[in-house]
């Protein structure tokens, strides 16, 4: 096989590594019988066959539950409490000058305000069997995450793709020194470091974190609505503001600790990195606690025939085991007039 791989050389190698990659494939749908295309069409319109349970929506939460679908509002608060500790600091760092600083801030909501009305309208109309606000929640997260590994990572990336570093030029040989002259010469003959790469990717990271993280907030609020009660919705958005208190209070407070002189500072990499890595992984944690919390129910299940008759209930109660007791649920003659027209 390795002469004829000589033989054939990459191209074999690969025309090889697809043929074996089909084989698998072909394996596995006759052993499974499972068209993966069918089964992202039904993820996509709607599977108006699944047998689902629902009720957990139509009951009284516990102060435990409503803590743990308010958890990625944490998460995105330690995230907020990490960019704006140390964001403007990493990028005087590396070269962006005082007056581009706000510039930098007021692209997050230059590109907010055109994108944030876009993804609550999808959000709104979003027909996935998992639910309206959780694909979001999880698409804007993912966005939170690549920002928290940009940021303290933006000047070392440029350095990987060619940015100039002359850090040992800034220790200069003292008996060079010997007059103002001199030093003004030795300075002005020093080339500048430029950190054009370092500074896109940081930028980058600034602006996906900080735009990320503003537009999770509406889909997890919505979300933490939709899975409560009205009579719970008070209690609900009192733990929402107290999770996102509590994340941003322990947040601010990670950076105060030494992380230098501590052996995970060590290891990740020095004080900046050891707490955006501790938040990216609080982050994650918290986003999971939420996104297992409850299930949804879909938007083709509020918007199917029975649905829209009897104000949701019969067709959930009939279907998911929502109510229980089906009879105390009727439809009025206006409703059944009103639907039929």
Known sequence: MDKLHNYQGIEGRFHQCRDNIKEFYEDFHAKKSVNLVDIVK?????????????SHVFRTKTRTELVRVSAAVMGIEFSYAAETAFVSPTLLKIGVEHQHMTLVWALSPLVGFF???ILGSLSDRCKLNIGRRRPFILLLSIGVIFGLLLVPNGEALGYWLGDDNFQSQDMLDMSEINSLKNITSIYN???QSSHSWGIFFTVLGTVLLDFDADACQSPARAYLLDVCLPEDQARGLSTFTIMAGLGGFFGYS??????????????????????????TIIFIACVTFTLTSFAEIPLWVLANKDTKNCGGKMALSKSYGACDDDKTINCTDDNKQGYSG
């Open 189 to 191: 003959s020093r080339p």
């Open 42 to 54: 039904k993820q996509l319109n709607g599977n108006t066959s699944a047998n689902k349970d629902f």
């Open 115 to 117: 994108l944030c009305p």
């Open 254 to 279: 990670m950076g105060g600790v030494n992380w230098d002189e501590t052996e995970i500072g060590r290891r990740l990499g020095g004080h900046v990195k050891a707490v955006f890595s501790i938040i």
